[in-house]
């Protein structure tokens, strides 16, 4: 009886198999920061949003099936790539997208060259993941620091703020922000007076603003995300840095931090982002597919989660075309051919680098009395661009873009 | 005007300021934990989310009751303080006659619950809560633009310590409490009901934390993991004071605040790690901390 039963379920197993020739089976990885100062940045929002574009990729293509799981890196890059090597060694993850956190986006880029795999970086901003430490298997698709720097800086030194006095956080992030809009502030004429590097996750920056206050700098930049950022403008304003004629520029911010800041803290910030969820109607509708996706009703979502959708379309695109189960560097290479188009960053393109280039938008924090709903939070400033929005291949010291 | 190390003597003096007052939430909270500690030798690791829970509640209190800093201020202690008691009368009294151990578990797991909870109902990006009307904008002393609110959380945690300490030390009430710790079959054949003190101490050392909450609410991000990420520091101050000893809590965390106030103009790479080197150094001089006992 178990025998003719286990032949039943061979046959069976065959007949599917033969049935479905062109079945493609991906299985995609988001690791996150799911529990501490990113998860609302990235987090279970960037699982919602890849549960979006699986859903709306199968939905056309019912013969590419995907599996999605999800893991917690605790910005500790041991514990993330502890998980990648598992995730690819062990589960047959194909592709990681996400990874907030630029140390363990670093550590990870690392782990998917040396597998052959592939790896989609939303999370990240470190520009150094398509510069100096680039590799076949990375896509940095939604932002970086350089993007940030010459977004906001060049915005900032335009508008009068020729001197820069940076707080800038402890770690890989931080320091390539810092660099990043230095190099920016520099070009464009005006000069950094100094800088202090705090630990990651610090409570207290009045020590940092009274030095920056006493820099007599014309601009304060914030080289720090997530929490750091929120409790430095929120002390700024305490401070009377504002008052005194001191400018604060948050150089990494997100709508998450304005949320958690209130209007009446954040007003008049300049920021850039390339994406933000009530910029038009198909973002409006994607976030509230996205509030039914599972994230939490009172969040919106970031350009993060965006970038996170976009990506896996692009990527799940790129196998479609190519069938079977093709290697790391063969996916990302299709993928740099293959010009991108989707709904929420519209056409864009890949550079050799590995970089994702799409406009970027100058963004200046509503007035309390301007906001008509919940999350009605920017006014437009500026649309920068692709070609300027992001740094040139040829500057980027990237060895693939030479090669 | 003279330098000292490089850093003009102004920097310096409002660098010293700055640090008494980040001092100023390490006391209060260490001083809670101390007494928890001192009365019913319970190491309290949810006190960072009970400190949480203050600064929450203030949010909610004034969504959705409409009452701003200062009624939250009274209000938010003694709700979190009426949970801290559920907790003590559910679980904590079942465990003093046990190892410290199986209290530490307890909080800890308690903490993360708290946390938890918090962040699925409000995120991790934090809660917008702004500085009272009465005490916004700031004066200047000639050496450092010194905000009103902080003056504030200054005089504000010196009184509650100091009044702490003196109940504690120098009252009747304090007395029959310490006798408790010492004692406590004895002090009841005097007809004093000993649980229900042990009860409310519990129960104020939580709304200490509560207390320090709302008083971090308007300055500092108001997120689940705030408390999990002073905490630690916390019990270094506790360590180094002396575990139990009341005026060791203020003391060091008045003292340490300023340690780490210099390292941020010094060295502010450290800023994070220089209260543990500290830690490190008494635990190998004077192992039960700077006012501890010998037990």
């Not at chain 1, 859903?55 to 998980?83: E, R």
């Not at chain 2, 699925?120 to 010194?146: I, K, W």
């Not at chain 2, 308007?218 to 270094?236: D, H, K, T, W």
Request: glycine letters at 12%; hydrophobic letters at 50%.
């Amino acid at each position: 009886m178990r025998k003719t039963l286990g032949l039943a379920v061979l046959a069976a197993v065959l007949a599917c198999g033969a049935a479905n020739a062109q079945q493609i089976n991906v299985k995609i990885g988001v690791l996150s920061d799911m529990s501490s100062l990113y998860a609302d940045i990235g987090g279970p929002g960037s699982v919602a949003a890849a549960k979006l574009a699986i859903a709306d990729f199968t939905k056309d293509h019912p013969n590419v099936k995907v599996d999605l799981i999800s893991g917690d890196h605790q910005n500790k890059p041991d514990i993330g790539s502890q998980i990648a090597n598992q995730w690819f060694d062990v589960d047959k993850v194909d592709m990681i997208i996400d990874v907030p956190n630029s140390g363990v986006a670093l550590a990870v880029s690392q782990i998917a060259n040396n597998k052959n795999k592939v790896f989609i970086v939303s999370g990240a901003a470190a520009s150094d993941l398509t510069g100096p430490k680039c590799n076949a298997n990375t896509v940095h698709w939604t932002y970086d620091t350089w993007m940030l720097a010459n977004g906001t800086g060049n915005a900032m030194v335009k508008t009068g703020g020729d001197t820069w006095f940076f707080l800038t956080a402890d770690y890989a992030f931080g320091h390539a922000l810092e660099r990043d809009t230095a190099a920016a502030v520099e070009k464009a004429g005006g000069k950094v007076l100094g800088k202090v590097r705090h630990p990651l996750n610090t409570n207290d920056f009045s020590s940092f603003l009274l030095q920056a206050q006493s820099s007599k700098a014309k601009v304060v930049g914030l080289a720090n995300a997530g929490g750091d950022t929120i409790n430095s403008i929120k002390q700024a304003a305490e401070f009377g840095i504002v008052k005194g004629g001191q400018k604060m520029a948050g150089l990494l911010v997100f709508a998450s931090d304005v949320n958690a800041l209130g209007l009446n803290t954040a007003q008049g910030l300049t920021l850039t982002e390339t994406w933000y969820w009530d910029a038009n109607d198909t973002n409006r509708a994607w976030t509230k597919r996205w509030h039914e996706a599972g994230a939490a009703a009172s969040k919106f979502p970031t350009m993060i989660h965006a970038g996170v959708y976009a990506g896996i379309l692009h990527y799940l695109k790129a196998r479609l075309e190519m069938g079977g189960d093709p290697d790391g560097k063969a996916v990302v290479a299709k993928m740099k051919a293959t010009p991108t188009d989707d709904p929420l960053f519209g056409k864009g393109t890949i550079d050799a680098a590995g970089r994702k280039r799409h406009d970027a938008f100058l963004f200046e924090v509503k007035k309390p009395a301007e906001s008509k709903h919940p999350g009605d939070f920017y006014n437009l400033k500026a649309t920068i661009p692709a070609k300027d929005a992001f740094r040139d291949p040829k500057d980027s010291g990237c060895p693939l873009v030479n090669s | 005007m003279f330098e000292i190390f490089g850093i003009p003597s102004q920097a310096l003096f409002g660098q010293l300021l700055i640090g008494l007052i980040n001092g100023s939430f390490y006391a209060l909270l260490s001083l809670g934990l101390a007494v928890i500690f001192g009365m019913l030798n319970i190491i309290n690791f949810s006190h960072g989310a009970q400190y949480m829970m203050g600064a929450f509640a203030a949010y909610l209190i004034l969504q959705y009751a409409g009452l701003g800093y200062w009624p939250a201020l009274i209000i938010a202690p003694i709700l979190v303080g009426i949970t801290g008691i559920i907790i003590e009368r559910a679980f904590l009294q079942w465990l003093y006659k046990l190892d410290h151990l199986y209290g530490l578990l307890l909080t800890f797991g308690l903490a993360l619950i708290l946390e938890g909870v918090a962040r699925n109902y409000f995120g991790s990006a934090g809660l917008p809560y702004t500085v009272p009307e009465s005490l916004q904008g700031g004066r200047n002393l000639g050496f450092m633009f010194l905000p009103n609110y902080r003056a504030w959380v200054i005089a504000a945690s010196l009184t509650v310590c100091i009044g702490t300490w003196f109940v504690i030390e120098r009252t009747r009430l304090g007395a029959y409490l310490r006798a408790a710790t010492e004692n406590p079959t004895l002090v009841r054949a005097f007809g004093i009901n000993v649980p229900r003190m042990i009860t409310l101490t519990y129960g104020f050392g939580v709304a200490l934390a509560a207390f320090a909450g709302v008083m971090a609410a308007p300055i500092y991000n108001v997120s689940p993991q705030m408390g999990s990420e002073l905490i630690i520091v916390v019990f270094a101050v506790v360590v180094i004071g002396g575990m139990g000893s009341i005026l060791g809590a203020i003391v060091t965390g008045f003292g340490l605040g300023v340690v780490e106030g210099l390292t941020k103009v010094f060295f502010p790479e450290a800023s994070n790690t220089v209260i543990f080197v500290i830690m490190a150094i008494v635990l190998l001089v004077r192992p039960a901390g700077l006012f501890g006992r010998r037990g």
